[in-house]
């Protein structure tokens, strides 16, 4: 068999599909490579939609990836208002009222580690909050507890071409078994501590 031809019938790592992004007012990138950098030296596969990302845009991309995980990143200062408004239209998409999102960075401008901030973004409907100034090892472990998505079949079909927004090794195919509904996952205990920058 040629080296160069695809080999076809093995599975894909286990590794999750993972969205980090920022909100519509954070111009910041560099919070989200960092993001991009860790998650994928953890074996996931992250698509990064950048700085200023509308709502729309935001609930239309995770509709099209469906991803095991939204990751929420900012360090502006107004991530606590826009996350509230974000969860909202998030948990409003019947496909993405499960999937596991998480914010964290710098999420007001009177510091970190605000107790009433952290309880009200859980209540609203994320599952993890990660505060500047914390460790990344609770990010991590939030991460490393979600449930592996089922095995994904290589190579992705030709309708499923991967566009310019969704770059991947091309090792890796984009996910497209989806054979474990997102209602059923179990989600980790969020600790409301932890870095996203």
């Known amino acids: 068999m040629n ?39 953890l074996g996931h596969r992250v698509t990064n939609l950048g700085a200023c990302v509308p709502d729309e845009l935001l609930v239309s991309e995770c509709r099209r990836i469906e991803p095991d995980l ?24 019947p496909e993405l009222a499960a999937t596991p999102t998480v914010i964290g960075g710098k999420l007001g401008i009177a510091g970190s580690g605000d107790p009433d901030r952290q309880r009200s973004l859980l209540s609203a409907g994320y599952d993890g909050v990660f505060e500047e100034g914390r460790s990344v090892a609770d990010f991590r472990s939030f991460v490393g507890a979600l449930p592996a998505p089922a095995s994904r079949a290589l190579p992705a079909p030709a309708d499923r071409a991967l566009t310019a927004d969704r770059v991947l090794p091309a090792d890796r195919a984009p996910a497209t078994d989806r054979a474990l509904p997102t209602a059923s996952r179990t989600l980790p205990t969020a600790t409301a501590s932890g870095v996203l920058r």
């Open 3 to 41: 080296q160069l031809e695809p080999q076809r019938g093995k599975a894909e790592p286990a590794g999750l599909d993972v969205v980090v992004t920022t909100m519509s007012s954070d111009s910041h990138t560099w919070n989200l490579v960092f993001l991009q950098l860790l998650l994928e030296e």
């Open 70 to 93: 939204i990751v929420l990143s900012s360090v502006n200062g107004h991530g606590y208002h826009d996350g509230l408004r974000v969860i909202q239209a998030l948990r409003a998409c």
